[in-house]
């Protein structure tokens, strides 16, 4: 491996550090791997602004965004890997006021869960927030629906409408549904000629003959969805662009904007070249094209190759794409600040003080621990079943995630709301993997739901919306062989039951009952989601064990629902 690198695990923060000496607007937290604007008005004074981010490795993306009229703050995990739900919450912290925060996440399960887990954290602080996801790879639109599809280079086009929309002074739900949309509009397909190198593995992460190219890949590094042979720079161009516009279903006369993409190891030469194939394909089509942007905008590493992107444009749109915006990557600027500027992270919001135990205190910790004892109690068992299909950590991320729960003080029962609130930063520390921010989510939601004495409609209801959090987190649905399957029918039979009248304990029992047949039946589920779904029909055949652990918090709290 030949980089200009020094130790493979400081190259994110280094390059930070020289990102923040490069560009005076920009400054560097100082605990996270986080890059913001260096100088905001006051909390009070600030619009809404828009994060973004994910795994380095993407460059210029996502720092090179960060700057007037487009981002506030972009935030980095390790190369090709997501950022951690605490770097995104401090991202957040730092950024935004009281008219909120738009995240704009790439459709990968470890972006959308940390960043989607910070959503959640921030508005349980006050600070409103919504969650974008891109997911503009139709490469896979013969191959997965369209809401499972990569988040890849489209995604700048993105940032650029939202980051336009906020800097107008445009609320929250607006800025959100400007993105959306502009993210529904949008359609990507990618091209390499060769592999790259993640700098911790030392090795390229395939291998291509001579005459070979590998089409329809991501932006990590990975295979594309189909190998074949070099073609001329006319010929892949109108062939990425018929599988665009066979997607968005474009007729002659539309309107659009292309983004020529390269991936980190193409030449400004070649990415003109295939730039002018482009243009001459669209508008051969009959299409309007409006906007056209070449460069490498979206990489990965040193990745030969391109992506052509295409976005449809009406006038409102095409003006917030024109809006000014003074960020490194979309307006090039050569001055640089006498020294790098370091911002301290904020402190976070301290916990709200103690107050006297509530009625409910003693029976919510007795029922708490219990379904923690329950958990440690079955390790084995979950171990066994996530083995069998998946990474075999299961059992002893729950056995963490009760012991931290044992390890609460008294005080952190005294209250429903605050129970629950307390359990998910638990949970959210303790469990790794997709377990934790799926619980965390969950615990969270349902605790803004509890007020200081709920009854058992309240409690019904926040169970359904604890689901709820879990499918829009993770993108699941009943019937895709997750927790949800053991758990959306329990939370349906615990209301359905509640309003024929029935007594709480009675309700609780059919929860169970639905609970337990929800995850008997995931057996027979082909896997859609996590890493089941790389097994395929091998999974078939042994239950789903974020289920069967779901059945068995469900049936310990049984005791205690009167």
């Given at each position: 491996m030949k980089k200009l690198i020094n130790n493979p695990r400081r190259v994110v923060r280094e390059m930070l550090e020289g990102l923040a000496d490069l560009n005076p607007a920009q400054a560097l937290l100082e605990a996270e791997d986080v890059i913001l604007l260096a100088d905001l008005p006051p909390a009070a004074a600030r619009p809404v602004v828009v994060l973004s981010g994910g795994g380095a490795g993407h460059e210029p993306a996502h720092a090179g965004y960060v700057g007037p009229g487009m981002l506030a703050a972009a935030v980095a995990g390790d190369v090709f890997t997501s950022p951690s739900v605490d770097a995104v919450l401090s991202g957040i912290r730092a950024v935004a006021g009281?008219?909120?925060?738009?995240?704009?996440?790439?459709?990968?399960?470890?972006?959308?869960?940390?960043?989607?887990?910070a959503a959640e954290l921030a508005a349980a602080e006050g600070i409103p927030a919504e969650v974008v996801v891109v997911a503009d790879d139709v490469a896979l639109r013969d191959t997965v629906e369209p809401a499972r599809r990569r988040g890849i280079a489209g995604t700048v086009l993105v940032h650029k409408v939202a980051g336009a929309a906020a800097a107008a002074g445009k609320p929250l739900a607006e800025v959100a549904r400007l993105a959306r949309e502009a993210a529904g509009a949008l359609g990507t397909m990618g091209v390499a000629l060769g592999?790259?190198?993640?700098p911790?593995?030392?090795t390229p992460g395939f291998e291509l003959a001579p005459g070979e190219i590998e089409l329809g890949l991501g932006i990590h590094g990975e295979q594309g969805v189909a190998r074949g042979a070099v073609q001329e720079a006319d010929s892949l161009a109108a062939l990425l662009l018929r599988t665009i516009a066979a997607d968005l279903d474009l007729k002659p006369g539309t309107r659009v904007v292309l983004l020529v993409n390269g991936l980190g190891g193409t030449p400004p030469m070649e990415l003109a070249i295939v730039a002018r194939a482009a243009l001459d394909w669209l508008r051969g089509q009959g299409l309007v094209v409006e906007r056209a942007w070449t460069g490498s905008f979206l990489t990965a590493l040193e990745m030969p190759g391109c992506?052509?992107?295409?976005?449809v444009v009406d006038d409102a749109r095409l003006a917030l794409l024109d809006a000014p915006a003074e960020a490194p990557a979309w307006v090039a600027g050569s001055r640089i600040a006498p020294q790098r500027r370091v911002i301290a992270a904020?402190?976070?919001?301290?916990?709200?003080?103690a107050m006297a135990a509530g009625p409910l205190a003693g029976v919510l910790r007795e029922a708490i621990l219990a379904a923690a004892g329950a958990l440690e109690q079955n390790e084995a068992e979950l171990t066994r079943l996530d083995s069998q299909a998946g990474d075999g950590d299961l059992g002893i991320s729950m056995a963490r995630g009760a012991a931290a729960i044992r390890a609460l003080p008294p005080v952190s029962f005294?209250?429903?709301?605050?129970?629950?609130r307390q359990l998910g930063e638990c949970l959210r520390r303790a469990i790794g993997g997709s377990s934790g921010p799926f619980y965390a989510t969950a615990l969270l939601r349902a605790a803004r739901r509890l007020g200081p004495a709920p009854g058992a409609a309240d409690w019904a209801e926040a169970f359904s919306q604890a689901v709820q959090a879990i499918g829009e987190l993770g993108g699941a649905r009943p019937g895709d062989r997750t927790m949800l399957d053991a758990l959306h029918p329990a939370a349906e039979a615990f209301q359905a039951t509640l309003a024929r009248g029935e007594p709480a304990a009675t309700a609780w029992s059919a929860a169970v009952r639905a609970a337990e047949a929800g995850a008997e039946a995931t057996a027979a589920m082909r896997p859609r989601l996590g890493r089941a779904s790389y097994l395929g029909d091998r999974a078939i055949g042994v239950p789903d064990a974020g289920a069967a652990a779901a059945v068995i918090w469900l049936r310990a709290l049984s005791p205690f629902v009167r």
């Open positions: 009281p008219a909120g925060a738009l995240l704009v996440v790439k459709n990968y399960t470890g972006d959308r869960l940390n960043f989607g887990l592999a790259c190198t993640v911790a593995a030392g992506s052509l992107s295409l976005m904020p402190v976070p919001r301290q916990a709200p003080p005294a209250h429903p709301e605050e129970a629950l």
